[in-house]
């Protein structure tokens, strides 16, 4: 997968904006204005993704490209490896994982606001 397709996907989910917070190469996705995935543009190599923390863990166990978020809440974020370790089928199941955790985090205003 390459970061125009990762992009492209995770647009296509409704309420989802992109931004860059943090500096000119960290591309935020948010959801009713919360996080829920973080890459990096140059190097694509991993992304962050928000996780059920117990399902974090689980995945860390598992697979070898999963590892606690990086410069996040090791508890709630995983970093994901994009290097082929793991396959595009399960970083997209994993990305509306955390869109949708994210998702129902919001208020019921915020989300009928977005649809």
Known sequence: MDIEDYRIFCLSHPGVTESFPFDERTLVFKVGGKM??????????????????EKAVLLREEYQGVTPGFHMNKRHWNTVNCNGTISDKLLF?????SYNLVWGSLSKQIRNAIL
């Open 36 to 53: 829920f995935s973080l890459l990096d543009i140059v190097t694509f190599d991993s992304l962050n993704l928000k996780c059920n923390p």
């Open 93 to 97: 199941e994993w990305t509306i994982d």
